[in-house]
């Protein structure tokens, strides 16, 4: 039995602002945003190579997230989650490119910030896990976890069996999907503290 992790990181491109939602913008908004951080080749921004398509599918999603969460006893407070990954990623560290790591920044948040229903979770990146789900003859596609929405609790349980995604299991997606336990932030009231704290 391994250890629970008890935080979460969130990524987000260096010299903008943390904790904002593209899909809470104007069309024309998100859309500058992608362009601008467009970086041809790094595996963090090449998926903004088609802004108006990644908006679209992101939105789809979302509603995908916010509806199963609810169902799931989740209280989403905000329309839009914020996107985390949940502790280490085995991932980010060996298929970051130079490109990806110097355009990049983290900051690390405590789990214990968040309630219950705060936080769904998702393996791997809900993109990802959306897109198998619906390509069920992928060789990635893993029932059990693609196409579905966890509850903290349930992930706690699946990390405390089995340990974190591309360490002893979930091993054979390929580099270039994100291969971590995504985490959707439905509450921003604790990162508006937390981000006030960092300030001070």
């Known amino acids: 039995m391994l250890a629970v992790i008890d935080y979460l990181i969130h990524i987000y491109r260096k010299g903008s602002e943390p904790f904002r939602s593209l899909s809470a913008l104007s069309d024309s908004d998100a859309m500058k945003i992608m362009q601008d951080f467009y970086v041809e080749g790094a595996i963090f ?19 995908w997230l916010r509806q199963e969460f609810i169902a799931k006893g989740g209280a989403p407070q905000e329309s839009y989650p914020i ?31 968040f309630q219950e229903g705060d936080v769904s979770f998702t393996y791997p ?11 069920k003859e992928s060789a990635y596609y893993l029932p059990d976890y693609h196409g579905r ?3 903290l609790s349930e992930i706690r349980s699946i ?4 340990g974190l995604p591309g360490e002893k299991w979930g091993t054979n997606l390929p580099s270039f999907l994100a291969n971590y336990i995504e985490a959707q932030v439905w509450n921003q009231d604790p990162l508006r503290e937390y981000k006030r704290q960092l300030s001070v």
Request: proline content about 3%.
């Open 149 to 151: 929405i966890f509850t």
């Open 45 to 63: 921004w090449e998926r903004f190579k088609d802004p108006g398509q990644y908006l679209h599918t992101r939105r789809q999603i979302e509603q």
């Open 159 to 162: 990390i405390y069996s089995n």
């Open 83 to 113: 996107y985390m990954i949940l502790g280490r990623s085995k991932w980010l560290l060996t298929a970051a490119d130079a490109a990806t790591r110097a355009t990049t920044a983290k900051i690390q948040i405590p789990l214990s910030l």
């Open 125 to 135: 990146d809900s993109m990802v896990s959306f897109l198998l789900a619906n390509k």
